[in-house]
């Protein structure tokens, strides 16, 4: 994919941080993208913000990934939308942060249902279509994902989880031509569970610095794959 422009893109949980910032990066790149939140109206306010950048097209769509049926919506609505689908980011997570004495199932089932089964969810609606492109496939794990961590069990389990699962997708589909990778970023200033993003996160991977990991992947011979990429930021404050 040298040139990305009119290449389409689904990004799952594009309303903010992360996911918005790669949406940023695809859009000045000439892509068509859409971006997923769990209620169509901040899908929709955060597409009124990207309208201004790039030269692709956008649409915003209310899907959660814990739901199957709204996965295939979501991909049935960008083919429609853009009549190919090249590129799925698996973004869309959450965390929740306590010791197993305090760790309830509640908080289980929503961390594991969001960020492990609803990359499942993603792919497996995707899957037709990116086989179809020969496109790429890109999961936003963790460095908790090869890291863990007190009171992290739940949140480890995920990401660990999910690097896993993408690395074994990627053997799976590499002879059918599509590409997959995981990134595994550290501290990135977003709004991770409930932060405010505020000059003191300087020191932090920015969403954007993400967005161009992303379409520098994209770009790469086709011959090479970076199946699994631990990112960080150069300075710990
Ligand atoms: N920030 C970090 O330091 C960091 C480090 C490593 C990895 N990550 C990973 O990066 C990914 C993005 O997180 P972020 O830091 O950008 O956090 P964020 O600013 O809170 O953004 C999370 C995004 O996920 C969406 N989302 C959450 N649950 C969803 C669901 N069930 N269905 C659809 N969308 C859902 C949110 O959309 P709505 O709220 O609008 O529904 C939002 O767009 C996550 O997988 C996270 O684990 C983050």
Known sequence: ???????????????KGIGYGIAECMLKEGMNVAITSRRQETADDAAHKLSSIGTGKLISLGADVR????QQKAVAQTL???????VLIANAGLGHFAPITSLTPEQWHETIDTNLTGVFYSIKAALDELIRSKGYFI????LAGTNFFAAGAA???SKFGLVGFTQAVMLDLREAGVKCSTIMPGSVATH???HEPN????????????????VD?????PRTLPSKIEVRPSQTK
């Open 217 to 221: 992947l994209l770009k790469m011979n």
């Open 139 to 142: 999961s936003i794990a963790s």
């Open 199 to 214: 000059p003191a996160d300087a020191w932090k991977i920015q969403p954007e610095d993400l967005g161009q990991m992303v």
């Open 192 to 194: 991770f569970n409930n």
């Open 1 to 15: 994919m040298n040139d990305l422009h009119g290449k389409t893109a689904l990004i799952t949980g594009g309303s």
């Open 67 to 70: 739901d199957f049926e709204a």
């Open 80 to 86: 429609e939308a853009f009549g190919s689908l090249d």
């Open 155 to 157: 949140y480890n389990a």
